[in-house]
């Protein structure tokens, strides 16, 4: 069986990433790329599809582990009634192959080792044929692909699983190097254990010292930074949701989606936390994944694309695998690629200006396409659409959906003035009041006076808070307050935030699940921007308790089981704690940095403030 979501941790090459377990078992990685079939998916039912367990033999008095200081190299110390020995993971930076490297290292006395691995291609259905070669290299192939694993140890088959047992002792180190190839290749060369960990010491710790000075949560945000770093996709600069697939929204439940690809909903807030951290090149990188992904007609701009910026992202699902703790069905690929979710207009606008601003783009990128992409949403953004929740039941007018759209022309006219950009600017701001108007007129609860999720209706909606943050109004407004304290009252639960009312889901789909976490980051931003700093403090304290012991977040909160839910790590949910984190410094504000772009130091011009009006 599975371990906990949060008795996890990652590793990875910046191509592809592995879980890790506290008890030694790697039980979910995807070869050759994040988005490829898994060859280790116990993470996903039992130990039969998949798992590669090292780990003492007898009772284990003490588990401890941790990364190296500013690194991917996670160490984990088994202390028995015989010894200590450490437990070294990691992915060496990508050569020719990828490469996962187990190191045991005996720390005192002596201790007894078992070796486990039930090697499985394609989600757990395919077993592989193994061939043990005359230097006693392993090598397992099925159909395109083959794996050699290489140690001094000596192992076995039995019952279909690689087994053996050894003892460590005190100042021994004994290796295990699992690499990857196409079959049709030779054999990968050896790598070796010792200059492997050395490298890829040296390029974590030299990636983290790029890093500005970050202030008082400095080692927090740098750890989740390089968990961005670990999910990026190196070849193209793609960042992944997560390097998982169909881990439960709610344990037993059916919110179970594939997050291995990369949402445009991330894009301005993934490039201000590069940038605000001094990471430039990756955000160079990600913006060019964008221009490429985007590049085409705007009439089939998707919400998300392949690591590769690939279209087509059928779902499918996995029949033969139960799901973690039988939370089924398990997916493969995303339906929701084909959706319309206006907000991605508005933010792939965004994130253009912000790369011209911040200085990882001329100020001519794009331009041609980005006008195009406004030709289209000059009638597009009149319709009805699927959301930021991707519903999969019927489109509606989404409040935060019209004040994307709002935000896209608002982010042209910006390019167009401060760049000297050419554009219809005289049209993009008649649009950009009639969108305004029509938000203000149809978005707001007269009785409450503040917004509401979709046109007409009475429900509430976390991505509410993002409108001070866009700059669609500002903070110190009326109906801003009022959609605050409402979302206080009505979407909090145990001190965390619902994306929405729990009971009320509007995508069709059974109601229960977790606290989104991004959204109660979101709710730090909104408190900073109304003045609430101890408020906003409080919370995000809060939020940083739930980070399990290596630094690491998932998609959402099971506050009544008091558990990590959904897929591990999520860049979204890092994402939201990198840019708290600035937003409750004193000098890096990103949420002010967004807002600002239509009410400079927060204060509404009159002739703006007459138009706002509903």
Known sequence: ???????????????????????????????????SDACFAALLGDEKNGRWRIAPKGEILETRREYRKNTLILETTFETETGVATLIDFMPKRGPNSDIVRMVVGRRGQVSMCFEMIMRFGYGAIVPWVTRLDDGTLRIIAGPDMVTLRSPIVTHGENLTTVANFTVREGETIPFVLTYAPSHEPLPQAVNADRALESTEQFWTEWAARCRPLGKWHDRILRSLITLKALSYHPTGGI??????????????VRNW????CWLRDATLTLLALMDAGYFEEAHAWRDWLSRAVAGSPSQLQIMYGIGGERRLTEW???WLPGYENSGPVRIGNAAYGQLQLDVYGEVMDAFHHARRGGVAPKDSGWEIQKEILAHLETAWRRPDEGIWEVRSEPRHFVYSKAM??????RAIKSAEQFGLEGPVARWKALREEIHRDVCRNGIDPQTGG????????????????????????????RIRATVEQIETRLMVDGFLLRYDSQRAPDGLP?????F?????????AYVLLGRRDDAERLFERLLGLCNDVGLLSEEYDWIEGRLVGNFPQAFSHVGLINSAFNLDRVLQPAKQRSEQRFGNGTVHPEEAEAAQP
Request: glycine share 8%.
């Open 405 to 410: 759209a709002w935000a896209a022309f608002d």
């Open 517 to 525: 976490l991004a959204c109660s980051f979101w709710l730090v931003d």
């Open 451 to 478: 917004f509401v999720q979709s046109y007409g209706s009475k429900e509430l909606d976390a991505s509410l808070l993002l409108l001070p943050v866009i700059g669609f109004l500002p903070p110190e407004d009326p």
């Open 258 to 261: 594939d997050y291995r690809y």
């Open 240 to 253: 992944v949701a997560a390097p998982t697939t169909s881990l439960p929204e709610k344990i037993g439940g």
């Open 511 to 515: 109601p229960e699940e977790g606290a």
């Open 1 to 35: 069986m599975a371990s906990r979501i949060e008795d996890y941790a990652l590793i990875g090459d910046c191509e592809t990433a592995a879980l890790i377990g506290r008890d030694g078992s790697l039980d979910w990685l995807c070869w050759p790329r994040f988005d």
């Open 317 to 319: 699902e996995v029949d």
